[in-house]
């Protein structure tokens, strides 16, 4: 995946990564209670919205991520 030296971890492509990550049980509790409540959003949009909404709040100004962060905003997986 490209990176863009001006945008410190913001992606320039569009690509799926395997991501393994430990968040703690309180965290993992929640997103669990979250999907069950919204069965239309599974794990990875869960996380992608996050990641998404945390990229973009930090200043990335990719249009991938900005779509992925609107997308979250509105509920859609």
Do not use: K
Request: contains cysteine; proline residues 8%; aromatic residues 10%.
């Amino acid at each position: 995946m490209a990176m863009d030296p001006e945008q410190p971890g913001c992606g320039g492509e569009e690509a799926s990564v395997s991501l393994e990550a430990e968040v703690p049980e309180v965290l993992y509790a929640g997103m669990r209670e979250f999907i069950d409540a919204h069965p239309h959003w599974d794990q990875y949009s869960v996380i992608t919205s996050a990641l998404a909404g945390f990229l973009f709040q930090n200043g990335c100004q990719e249009p991938v991520v900005s779509q992925h962060y609107l997308d979250g905003l509105f509920q859609r997986p």
